[in-house]
């Protein structure tokens, strides 16, 4: 089910927003953002067509760190890499052998995760609704007001220790659930896990950095 790259995708793909939220999921985010630069955990994530057909359940582990780097790694049952160093977004799958990436001013602009490591971003770019309680968290909803949104809204579900469920719905009408787990708070994250340079062999598609060579000095 290649479909959930465009999920993880997604996570990173946001334009101007604007608006405030006060109540007890805005509360909830608060605490859980104070003093956060970086963060790291595990997801579960399940896409739902527009026709109510759950599909299958993908897993694995994410990083983001202040102001602008993540990395999302899908390890079951397929594998796939999603890696924002800064300036660009690289997405690569194992299966196909192909690498995409795009400049990251363009792939994304503040995403509802990396906003977590700065909360200034939140009222900024994005209208911010309490949407009550249910499931047994309290939850802020995240709606655009680009002209071309990516998503039709982003749902943030907080229990008493943060962030545990993001639900959003796509233009087409598909839902995704994510779950987190096991977060650690400003982890020491090695610099090399936002660097992706594309495996031998795999074909790159997109905006490829410029490679510049020094003169041989005699």
Request: aromatic residues 10%; negative net charge.
């Amino acid at each position: 089910m290649k479909r959930f790259r465009f999920a993880a995708v997604l996570l990173l793909l946001v334009s101007s927003f604007a608006g405030a939220a006060t109540g007890p999921a805005r509360t909830r985010l608060d605490a859980f953002a104070q003093g956060l630069h970086a963060l790291s955990g595990n997801f579960t994530q399940t896409l739902t067509d527009p026709n109510g057909k759950t599909g299958q359940t993908s897993n694995g582990t994410l990083v983001l760190e202040a102001p602008r780097q993540f990395r999302w790694d899908t390890l079951a049952p397929y594998k796939q890499t999603i890696v924002a160093d800064g300036s660009r977004v690289w997405l690569y799958d194992p299966d196909l052998e192909q690498v995409t990436v795009r400049r990251q001013d363009t792939e994304e602009s503040h995403s509802p995760l990396t906003v977590l490591t700065d909360l200034s971003q939140l009222d900024k770019e994005f209208h911010v609704v309490e949407q009550g309680e249910h499931d047994g968290l309290v939850w802020l909803r995240l709606t655009s007001a680009a002209k071309d949104p990516q998503f039709s809204y982003a749902d943030l579900g907080f229990d008493a220790n943060g962030l545990a469920r993001m639900q959003f719905k796509d233009q087409l009408g598909a839902t995704t659930d994510i779950r987190f787990s096991n977060w650690k708070r400003n982890p020491d994250i090695p610099p090399q896990d936002f660097n992706f340079t594309p495996p031998k062999g795999a074909d790159v598609i997109g905006d490829l950095p410029e490679i510049t060579t020094q003169p041989i000095k005699n």
